[in-house]
């Protein structure tokens, strides 16, 4: 398989959307169904953000992530009822992605990889709720974080939130690039760009691409009903990635951190919505 091929969660093209479809917009002549579709979709939200509260009192100095990933599961599929979406997607093996210091994403599952004092870790949930898709995920200190590493982490979830308060109808998709790159250039921090948030709904990838850098004023305009996720990607040296030979696991070249923070919204009427919370 090419390695373009083997790049599955984020697309750099939009023809690598799968099940594509026209993008989610608020609809007045059917006002009561797209409500029904936002609310499932919350709920699936809702489900993805408690598997990584539940997990959380398990990150600790000692634990594997793959025992991190055997936890998730069996909440998933044993409490919730819910279906793991990444599980088997296009092959890959595990339940959610664990993503440790140097990685940026889709870090693989692994019993032989044991989280030390210090780490940092991303948890990548995505949960399937009566056949809608609720996709977070989270930064996590392991033991004791160095002031360096704190720092990307928090600065990292700054640009998230500074990307959300660009949302709403009217605004547009350069806009939420625009502000999570100024901000992370102005605390020296690289944006990654080969990988993006997306639109989601019944479908795990759907249109438009949320690039997490660009200009204002640019790029698609948003509407009331579009679904999507913003998920910024931030490097503590250099922006370039490398991919290991397993298909998945995305690294930082020079071997520096990152971190990566990640919620599901909804443009609203007057902004927008976070699902995953």
Not at 17 to 33: A, G, L, S, W, Y
Not at 133 to 150: K, L, Y
Request: charged share 25%.
């Amino acid at each position: 398989m090419e390695k373009e091929n083997k790049i599955i969660f984020y697309t750099k093209l939009l023809s690598s959307i799968e099940n594509k479809r026209d993008v989610k917009i608020f609809d007045n002549e059917n006002f009561e169904e797209t409500k029904k579709e936002i609310e499932k979709m919350r709920v699936a939200g809702r489900l993805a953000s408690e598997v990584l509260d539940i997990v959380t009192p398990f990150i600790e100095p000692g634990i594997s992530t793959g025992e991190l990933n055997d936890i998730c599961h069996n909440h998933m599929v044993k409490k919730q009822n819910s279906i793991p979406a990444t599980l088997g997607y296009r092959g890959y093996p595990k339940s959610i992605c664990t993503s440790v210091n140097q990685v940026i994403c889709h870090g693989i599952p692994n019993n032989k990889k044991i989280l030390k004092n210090g780490d940092i870790l991303n948890i990548d949930v995505t949960v399937i709720k009566d056949g809608w898709f609720g996709d977070t995920s989270r930064m996590f200190f392991v033991g004791t974080p160095a002031p360096h590493a704190q720092r990307l982490v928090e600065v990292t979830q700054e640009c998230l939130i500074k990307g959300i308060e660009a949302v709403g109808p009217d605004a547009y998709l350069g806009d939420i690039g625009s502000v999570i790159q100024t901000h992370a250039e102005q605390n020296y921090y690289s944006v990654v760009r080969e990988y993006c948030g997306h639109g989601i709904g019944s479908n795990f990838h759907e249109e438009p691409q949320v690039l997490h850098y660009g200009i204002k004023g640019t790029g698609a305009q948003l509407k009331e009903g579009m679904t999507f996720t913003i998920e910024p990607m931030l490097n503590a040296g250099k922006s370039a990635t490398k991919l290991k030979s397993d298909g998945w696991t995305v690294e930082t070249k020079d071997g520096r951190l990152s971190a990566q923070w990640e919620h599901t919204i909804v443009v609203t009427e007057n902004g927008s919505e976070i699902l995953t919370k």
